[in-house]
């Protein structure tokens, strides 16, 4: 079984997708994460594109992480563009402790931004995922590409290097609830190797978007989570029979429908006609 490929797979919902394929660029977009601030971790934002490299035999628990959506490019794409693994890091570890007092006692404004820009890349080996209420996730599986903008870009887009977890929230109350920043890494349409949708309608949804962009996809790959999942990692072929009903807890434990189409459902029933 493989343990790396030469795919970076950047995770999305629907309308992120067709976003990244309409600007044909990854956004940069503020990621809350887990770092040393005067020797103590805490809680921040930094802006970055952030991918993983994974073998499709490795994707079962990645997919539907961070939504339902992935883009797949190409490893080549990642090198020309300046990605890079992060390190993976203990939190407690000695290496870190030490940068993390070095940037304290940093005295020139040159040095304290080239401490962390290294810092920016650095990624807890496990660590609390609450969006999908994990109390402990481990990171390290993801085998995570990074890139971070640079402070030049980031002035010249009046965009702040950092921010703490209560500007991060007032930022995305300024943004529709969004974190991402217009600033990104481009791609070419044959960078694309394989596009991950949530159902077959999608795949047409995805054609029609691509060709209306100058694509023929004729090289890109478009696949459902459910294909990836049977055919690819070869999982999830046995169904449950279940008769027809109008429970929608069964129809949703059974994967009938999701929990956005029974949200929907919801609606319509109790829609004042």
Same mark, same amino acid.
């Given at each position: ?10 995770? =999305? ?16 977009? +503020? ?15 930094? @802006?970055?594109? &952030?991918? !993983? ?20 490019? &190409?490893?080549?794409?990642?090198? /020309? ?7 993976? !890091? ?6 870190? =402790?030490?940068?993390?007092? /070095? ?17 920016? +890349? #650095? ?31 980031? +002035? ?7 921010? =703490? ?10 943004? &529709? ?8 890494? @481009? ?7 394989? %596009?991950?949708? +949530? ?6 949804? #995805? ?10 996809? &004729? ?28 429970? @929608?807890?069964?129809?949703?434990? =059974?994967?009938?429908?999701? %929990? ?14």
């Amino acid at each position: 079984m493989g343990l790396s490929s030469n795919i970076l797979w950047h995770q =999305t919902d629907k309308k992120g997708l067709m976003s990244i394929l309409k600007e044909k660029r990854l956004r940069y977009g +503020y990621s809350r994460e887990s770092i040393f601030v005067k020797a103590k971790k805490d809680e921040l934002a930094i @802006p970055m594109v &952030s991918v !993983c490299d994974l073998p499709f035999s490795e994707m079962d628990s990645f997919l539907g992480k961070y939504g339902n959506y992935a883009i797949g490019l &190409s490893l080549d794409w990642g090198k /020309r563009n300046g990605l890079n693994p992060v390190w993976y !890091c203990l939190g407690k570890s000695d290496v870190l =402790t030490q940068i993390a007092k /070095r940037l304290e006692k940093a005295e020139s404004l040159e040095e304290r931004k080239t401490i962390f820009d290294i810092l920016s +890349y #650095v990624k807890f080996v496990e660590g609390v995922l609450p969006k999908k209420n994990y109390r402990n996730y481990r990171f390290y599986d993801e085998r995570e590409y990074r890139k971070c903008p640079t402070m030049d870009e980031l +002035y010249k887009g009046n965009f702040k290097p950092i921010l =703490t977890e209560s500007e991060y929230g007032k930022y995305k109350e300024e943004h &529709s609830n969004s974190s991402s920043m217009d600033l990104g890494v @481009p791609f070419e349409w044959v960078d694309i190797k394989f %596009i991950v949708v +949530y159902n077959e309608q999608n795949i047409d949804e #995805v054609k029609e978007e691509l060709q209306k962009r100058g694509c023929d996809n &004729s090289q890109i790959s478009i696949f459902t989570e459910n294909q990836v999942r049977q055919d690819f990692i070869g999982i999830k072929h046995d169904e449950l029979y279940v008769q027809e009903s109008d429970n @929608p807890i069964m129809d949703l434990i =059974t994967g009938r429908k999701s %929990i956005v189409e029974l949200m929907i459902q919801e609606m319509k029933n109790n829609k004042v006609e």
